[in-house]
């Protein structure tokens, strides 16, 4: 079996007429690609519904006894394909992948692929209104496949702790008689290995003993299983061994007990939606396992590139993957579509040991039990290893699924943050709350700061109390990162601002709750800490999202205070996030002629009195007045109390520092306080592309920031984007800061160096980049 990418020299327009077959020229373009690149916000949503043609030159060089065969990983939303003008079939459903065969007696193949984008209610997700965009085009990866003429058409592994097991499909089951190779290794290392002869009438099973790793969040071991029929290599994959099960109170990984702590995430990115190649979706992976720290992500609503799965499979994220769908149940022929989707995910996902919970049913859809008694016969005639589930948004809904799966959007900021288990299931049932928060507190990474800070201690009280409830397994929060969508949602601007991330993947203020839950250090200040941003000027309290044991607080250099982390509002959370409400400190007890229990009782006053909105009690004015008569003081000294250690005004400086502990040292410093000296920095995690199977994407990060890494939240500014040499820009050239800051993809488009130029006012920034082959 060998492989070719087809991503490469491919011919589009948009339209499509029968004349196309035989004669047809077209911008040139690369795969993944999009049908039409749609802009950031603001846009009219129709302008992807459209039809297009795709199309490409193959030159074989056929091999005696192979078979070869084109596989589309992903065209949205259905296609006809014709080889040299011969129809050859036609495929809908955006989400998974289907392959043609090409005649081996030819050496030349024309492949013309008719694209239509459009939302038809004869299949999934559509027919009802769904709550994101799905785009168009050949959006995912395209290869030539060559086999010998007998092979298997899928290849299961699963395991646990003693055995694993192999399932061998035949392409075509038939008598036939063929030898047996199958090997696992680790590396360059044989780990086992074994033989046998088999007849191809039927499904192959195999149980053999091992004492392997098992996969693990922790040490994600992964083997290469290769398997021979005849001497001729017929498949060769990564797969794992680990075991999962569920009870009424727990997720269990390898018989260990896993509270699933996650997000949602849609695919898709700005401007060209669903079209980005492996590295994009992986940097997505990346992302959610060490910058927010989940341990598991739905992939809603609907199942996700393998190049993302390969790189949850790699780093041990673990997956919630489901069938297509929001909310509408079609009629019978839409419903054996979904079943059909259901099936191919199923079949072609199995040994990603990433993927842990199948979603057997449609988003968010009413109660059909005969559908669902199907869909569920229908896994659990391929898979027993994984449990299933079903998201639905209905309290004592049927259960067809081992887990009740819903999507609790109870919290409102003032009450609990999950509902009582057993007002949502009827029974003592396996329990995970697979969405949260989302469309209940819209936030925009530029909002007001209060607003900010809401949706993280929004997301921490529901997380807080999922963990803290006897009986729920987890809790997935909505969502990874804001994302386009249909007009009825979002902000009548084509998005939904609803993820702890916007839609480039830049943090709010929720994102540090989730990344605080790790292992690895953090401490983020939520909070710009300037009076401006808080209502009658009154800076009271600032939470730090943090793992830190402790956080020390210094105002100019002056100690204030040691804070640890709330567990009176936080006691279930693993990190809490802390409260600092004291800026005050000993500092009047230090500084002013008073008694140390009088410096306490102003200090107590001045404290009622931010929390007042300034407005004092008359016991309060009694206290005040005392003080300064006993200590022959004047209205002017309680006025100078004020200002001096609540409002600062009138300070030369007024800058914050606070200083994140653990093990007994300090991890991290951050500083607030006054500086205008904001400056435009770039970022990128890496500056080498790897022009290889397809082009390759980086992300850059720009931010107006100043000496602090204070982010200029509000900063609005222009600028202009523009690439040299190897690489190009996705997206429009001129963009505005949001919320002080911006990100962009470049991708490559040949070998070689290129750079990007961010113009902002009078300065150029600049980013050099290398084009190579092959990944290093």
């Not at 004669?23 to 009219?44: A, Q, S, W």
């Not at 673990?318 to 419903?335: R, S």
Request: charged share 25%.
């Amino acid at each position: 079996m060998k492989t070719w990418s087809l991503n490469f020299d491919w011919h589009f327009k948009e339209g499509f007429n029968p004349h196309d077959l035989t004669h047809f020229e077209g911008e040139r373009i690369m795969i993944p690609h999009t049908i039409k690149e749609v802009p950031l916000r603001y846009f009219d949503e129709t302008i992807t519904a459209i039809e297009a043609v795709y199309a490409k030159d193959i030159t074989l060089e056929p091999q005696p006894n192979h078979r070869y065969f084109v596989r589309f990983e992903g065209v949205m939303a259905r296609c006809d394909v014709y080889v040299n003008q011969a129809h050859v079939g036609h495929f809908k459903g955006g989400y998974t992948p289907f392959e043609v065969e090409l005649d081996a007696t030819l050496t030349q193949h024309r492949i013309l692929v008719h694209v239509d984008a459009k939302e038809t209610a004869d299949q999934p997700p559509f027919g009802g209104v769904i709550d994101y965009l799905t785009y168009g085009g050949i959006y995912r990866d395209v290869t030539l496949i060559e086999r010998p003429q007998h092979f298997f058409k899928y290849v299961l592994v699963d395991g646990d702790h003693t055995h694993y097991r192999i399932r061998l499909m035949p392409e075509t089951p038939q008598q036939q008689t063929a030898s047996l190779k199958v090997e696992l290794t680790d590396g360059q290392t044989v780990v086992d290995q074994w033989q046998d002869t088999v007849s191809l009438e039927t499904t192959l099973e195999y149980l053999k003993p091992h004492t392997l790793k098992l996969w693990r969040l922790d040490d994600p071991q992964r083997y290469t299983l290769n398997v021979w029929l005849d001497d001729a290599l017929v498949f060769e994959d990564d797969v794992a061994f680990r075991t999962i099960r569920v009870d009424a109170d727990h997720f269990y990984l390898n018989d260990e007990p896993v509270f699933l702590r996650g997000l949602n995430r849609h695919q898709s990115f700005p401007y060209v939606g669903y079209a980005m190649p492996a590295s994009a979706q992986a940097e997505d992976a990346d992302h959610l396992k060490h910058r927010l720290h989940v341990n598991i992500v739905r992939s809603a609503h609907y199942p996700p590139s393998r190049h993302f799965l390969n790189r949850c499979d790699e780093i041990g994220l673990m997956v919630f993957t489901e069938l297509p769908g929001w909310q509408h149940l079609g009629d019978d022929a839409w419903k054996e579509e979904a079943k059909r989707q259901l099936e191919r995910m199923t079949l072609e996902d199995y040994n990603h040991p990433s993927i842990v919970i199948l979603g057997t049913r449609i988003n968010e859809s009413p109660d059909d039990d005969t559908f669902y008694q199907a869909t569920r016969d229908l896994v659990k005639a391929i898979d027993t290893t994984r449990p299933t589930g079903g998201v639905r948004f209905i309290t004592r809904s049927t259960l067809f699924e081992d887990i009740y799966t819903f999507n609790d959007f109870s919290h409102t900021g003032l009450n609990a943050g999950v509902q009582p288990k057993k007002q949502v299931t009827q029974g003592h049932h396996p329990y995970l709350i697979t969405e949260h928060n989302g469309h209940m507190f819209p936030t925009k990474v530029n909002d007001h700061e209060q607003k900010r800070v809401e949706q993280a201690l929004r997301h921490a009280t529901v997380m807080n109390d999922a963990y803290g409830t006897k009986g729920i397994m987890g809790v997935i929060g909505w969502v990874m990162n804001d994302y386009n969508t249909h007009k009825e949602f979002g902000s009548n601007d084509h998005v939904c601002h609803h993820g702890v991330n916007d839609i480039m993947r830049n943090p709010k203020y929720a994102a540090h709750l989730y990344a605080s839950q790790g292992s690895a250090p953090v401490a983020e200040v939520l909070s710009m800490m300037h009076i401006g941003d808080h209502a009658g000027g009154q800076l009271s309290s600032v939470w730090v999202a943090t793992n830190a044991e402790y956080v020390e607080l210094y105002k100019n250099d002056e100690y204030i205070g040691l804070f640890k982390p709330n567990t009176q509002r936080f006691p279930h959370l693993p990190h809490p996030p802390i409260l600092i409400d004291d800026f005050i400190g000993e500092r009047i007890a230090l500084n002013e002629p008073l008694s140390r229990r009088d410096a306490n009782r102003v200090k107590g006053l001045l404290r009622r009195l931010l929390k007042r909105n300034l407005k004092m009690s008359f016991k309060d004015k009694l206290l005040m007045g005392y003080v300064l008569v006993k200590n022959k003081l004047t209205y002017s000294d309680a006025v100078r109390f004020y200002t001096t250690y609540v409002g600062g005004w009138g300070d030369k400086e007024n800058r914050f520092a606070i200083k994140a502990y653990r093990d007994g040292a300090c991890f991290k410093t951050i500083e607030k306080g006054f500086n205008d000296d904001y400056r435009l920095s770039l970022k990128s995690d890496r500056t080498t592309l790897h022009h290889s199977h397809t082009y390759d994407t980086l992300r850059v990060e720009v931010t107006l920031a100043n000496r602090f890494g204070e982010i200029a939240i509000y900063g609005d500014d222009v600028i202009t984007l523009n690439t040299t040499g190897a690489i190009d820009l996705i997206g429009p050239s001129m963009r505005a800061l949001t919320g002080g800051r911006i990100a962009f993809w470049v991708r490559s488009k040949t070998l070689g160096e290129g750079q990007i130029n961010v113009l902002y006012h009078d300065q150029t920034h600049t980013l050099k980049i290398k084009v190579l082959k092959e990944v290093i």
